[in-house]
């Protein structure tokens, strides 16, 4: 979501396929499983997933992470490593209170095909249908480009945040959503094909907008936060604290070989808006992912929508992801493909992720990645948590 995207999704070109055995093994013994892991009866002890876990502390070097799985027939586990705030050394949480970024972009999709499933927006309808004159600068044309390609990110619109020189920019001013389209328009056209942009999601946002005549933040509340009874989500605003108990966000600054984390954890999340303002919690994240490829937020013909896929650039989301609308697939090397997306803003870094049957994991960190291997090593965990059936009982 915000300028450290671009910077990571240059040094993000694989995939991890496994996490490395000996290195994991090594880190685990090092750091053992946390006292609060919970782990319920004849389901397995994780142990995978825990090794999985205290390697992106321990070996990576990251700040916290916190992971939860949710099995359908083995009910929830979590557990955290390291420290959620570094000047006071206190413990990451289990489920923490954080910024997902971009996971809000599956949010406000659910919200627009909840309203073409009410025959209120058409997913093939020019965007000018609904906010004519919006896109209308440098060669973009709202009249050719449709609903459909702002949620899948063939739009060919580029990405507001790629006008920002550094996050002081922005992180702590107010930006309308009216502006941050006029800022992306300015760029240069980053051409045909599959473009990330959180633009896209800013102006789907202002098409909710006009076709319901409330906020999209209300929207949002209204169809998927309060029926879902997800109490640790939350639209922001202009509030650039976390509400509650919550880890402090860090980014690692090296300077002149001297390496220190800079705390980022406040910031107005004005920029993003529809595309990634959000703030939630690993156990709110699973729940709705859950709700969503269980059927419960859309009607079937809309959830096969949103899982039509094409291919998305690896650097920015990883080798081998599919984008649907608000939506990525990737393949489980345990068979499958498992259905999600990923959040990063300058702090903290967030994947969630369905796989076949239901399993369900969240993971959080509060401090972003800095190295290839840190962010393979986040990946790894997804695929752990998603496949690791540790010592479970038929």
């Not at 000996?22 to 090092?30: C, E, L, S, V, W």
């Not at 990451?92 to 970024?101: F, Q």
């Not at 004519?132 to 609903?147: E, Q």
């Not at 760029?187 to 990330?196: F, S, T, V």
């Amino acid at each position: 979501m915000t300028t450290r995207e671009p910077r990571r999704r240059r040094a993000v070109r694989r995939a991890a396929a496994a996490a490395a055995g000996a290195a994991i093994a090594a880190a685990a013994a090092a750091y053992p499983a946390p006292a609060h892991a919970l782990a319920p009866s004849g389901c397995g002890d994780h142990a995978a997933t825990t090794r999985a876990l205290h390697r992106v502390t321990g070996v990576d070097g990251l700040t916290g992470a916190a992971v939860r799985i949710d099995d359908p027939r083995c009910g929830a586990w979590t557990a955290a490593s390291g420290t959620a705030d570094r000047r006071t050394g206190r413990p990451m949480p289990a489920d923490p209170r954080v910024r997902v970024g971009s996971i809000t972009k599956t949010f406000t999709a659910v919200t627009v095909l909840q309203l073409a499933a009410q025959g209120r927006v058409s997913l093939d309808a020019p965007v000018a249908r609904y906010l004519p004159g919006l896109i209308d600068a440098n060669g973009h044309d709202g009249r050719k480009i449709t609903v459909r390609s702002l949620l899948r990110h063939t739009s060919g619109l580029p990405d507001h945040m790629d006008s920002f020189q550094s996050t002081d920019e922005f992180r702590f001013r107010h930006f309308e959503p009216e502006e941050l389209v006029r800022r992306a328009l300015r760029l240069p056209d980053p051409g045909e094909g599959w473009h990330y942009s959180t633009t896209n999601y800013v102006v789907a946002g202002l098409v909710v907008e006009k076709v319901t005549g409330h906020r999209l933040e209300d929207e949002v509340e209204r169809r998927i936060i309060r029926p879902l009874g997800l109490r640790g989500t939350y639209w922001p605003g202009d509030e650039t604290w976390i509400r509650g108990p919550h880890p402090r966000g860090y980014v690692r600054v090296d300077q002149g070989g001297t390496v220190r984390r800079a705390d980022s954890t406040d910031m107005n999340t004005t920029v993003a808006w529809a595309g990634g303002a959000l703030i939630s919690t690993p156990r709110d994240v699973n729940a709705f992912y859950g709700a969503l490829l269980g059927g419960r937020l859309l009607p079937a013909r809309m959830l096969a929508e949103m899982e039509r896929t094409v291919p998305a650039d690896p650097d920015r989301t990883w080798p081998g992801a599919a984008y649907g609308l608000g939506l990525i697939r990737t393949s489980l090397r345990c068979g499958g493909a498992w259905w999600g997306h990923a959040g990063d803003i300058d702090g903290f870094t967030t994947l969630a992720g369905v796989a076949p049957g239901g399993r369900r994991v969240s993971i959080a960190f509060n401090e972003n990645p800095s190295t290839q291997q840190a962010f393979d090593d986040e990946l790894a965990l997804v695929q752990t948590g998603l496949c690791d059936r540790g010592t479970e009982t038929s």
